[in-house]
């Protein structure tokens, strides 16, 4: 457990390398197991011999549970979500990637939406500058380190963004997007890579993806709204400045 409790921060706080923190993690894990199989070994030799050592048995199972319950909790997600080591919105063309390696994970299209419905390609209806300073401004709040952004020039070009996300426990992953103009607006398209290979990310990449695609629709609906407004009042203004002048001719 003691391992557990000082490697967990270490690594969220990158003062630790993911793959020495892989290593303490299967130590950890390891030795929990140990602790549970061995009391529970001590219960059966007790009953029967009826010698003393319940409470340092108990214990043992305790702790042992205690440890345990992170590794029920990610066999959980692992039945529950598709793998999305290397996901996109765009499986036929994602955006390119800059420190992750593609994954070249196997992906059944159908099982991922039905586990994680809105990972689709995005269309608004407005400038691809503005999009892409939209979703920008966004990845920036949400914490990403950015480590690449190429701004479209003007509304009839693209632009593409690179940068790094940390979980909760510190695992990284790169996530690019790229928006490109459209007929009447702009699309934009994700890819989230983890940056160590591993063979179930317990849909992290999926989920997180997902929060920004719904982050970025209540943040184009907001521009939306306060630009509709914003007419709204210069044609007012200009209305009731027709209506002045015409009363004073």
Known sequence: MAVLVVATPLHIFDLIATDVFGISLAIGFGTAALALLLGLFAYVRLWFTGDRGWRPASFGVAFGLICLLPVAAAGYLAVTYPATTDISTALASPPDLIMARAQGTEIDPELILVSYPNLITRFYQIPSPVLFDLAQTLARRSGWQVISALSPADEESGGTLNAIRRSLLGWSTEIAFRVSPG???????????????????????????????????????????????AMEEDTELVTVEGLEGDGGE
């Not at 890579?193 to 992290?204: R, Y």
Request: aromatic share 6%.
């Open 183 to 229: 007929p009447i607006g702009a699309l934009i398209d994700l890819r989230a890579a983890s940056l160590f290979a591993t063979p179930h990310d317990l849909g992290e990449n999926g989920r997180a993806i997902e929060d920004f695609l719904r982050a970025l629709d209540q943040s184009v609906t907001e521009y939306i709204q306060a630009n509709l407004a």
